[in-house]
């Protein structure tokens, strides 16, 4: 049972590359979501999506771009790197009732230089 | 706005000692509440959760939180903390209204002295 699936693991990125985060769950989830996590300010979410096709923005969506062509995978795309964006990301991933609670992947570690 | 609070960052105990950690929550509506742990190197997982009913939630491990809807609050407690319980603590909400998003505190680092 596979759960949430993250890769890459770790990534380090030069100023200006772009780049994609994968995030994949086989628990036949509507809600995904994309945080990123930074030292004293906790888990902030950057996008979310209600199902495959609908998108909307978190509180940190700028320089972040996501598509939800299924309902499996929710890619998270990095346009052009900034340091500002060095940080960990983590994928989740929960089911469509009120009554449940997010499922996370491991995390990428991404660094910017 | 929607908002979830933790206001102890760092918490340093010894092994033994009682733990509660604070979280304070800014929703509107019926609100559903989590905590959840994230040792070294490792991602999140879930703690407790709380929906309705008892407000009095026991989860993995000994932990336990306590919903008091008057304070706004849903701290975590455990009686005797061991050194296994080193991790970060993460306090979260979300609403019937946006049940589609969970808003999560700032994290309290829980430091255990052996």
């Known amino acids: 049972n596979a759960g949430v699936t993250q890769t890459p693991k770790f990534q380090v990125l030069k100023t200006g590359q772009s780049m994609t985060l994968q995030c994949a769950q086989d628990?036949?989830?509507?809600?995904m979501s994309w945080y990123r996590q930074d030292p004293g300010m906790g888990l902030r979410l950057i996008h979310y999506s209600v199902g495959a096709g609908i998108t909307d923005q978190g509180e940190v969506p700028n320089g972040y771009n996501v598509s939800r062509s299924t309902t499996e995978d929710f890619p998270l795309r990095l346009l052009s790197a900034a340091p500002s964006q060095t940080s960990v990301y983590f994928c989740a991933s929960r089911g469509d009732s009120k009554n449940t609670e997010a499922f996370f992947g491991q995390g990428t570690r991404l660094t910017v230089v | 706005a929607q908002s979830v609070s933790q206001h102890n960052h760092h918490v340093i105990l010894s092994e033994a000692a009682s733990l509660e950690l604070g979280c304070n929550y800014s929703?509107?509506?019926?609100?559903?509440l989590f905590w959840y742990v994230q040792y070294p190197g490792q991602h999140l997982q879930l703690l407790l959760k709380?929906?309705?009913?008892?407000?009095l939630v026991k989860g993995i491990k000994g932990f336990e939180a306590e919903f008091i809807k008057s304070k706004f609050s849903f701290n975590l407690r455990k009686p005797s903390v061991q050194w296994s319980d080193t991790a970060e603590y993460f306090c979260a909400a979300t609403g019937y209204s946006s049940a589609s998003k969970i808003i999560f505190g700032s994290g309290t680092r829980l430091s255990i002295r052996p």
């Open positions: 929703y509107g509506g019926t609100v559903n």
């Open positions: 709380y929906f309705s009913g008892d407000p």
């Open positions: 628990m036949n989830h509507e809600y």
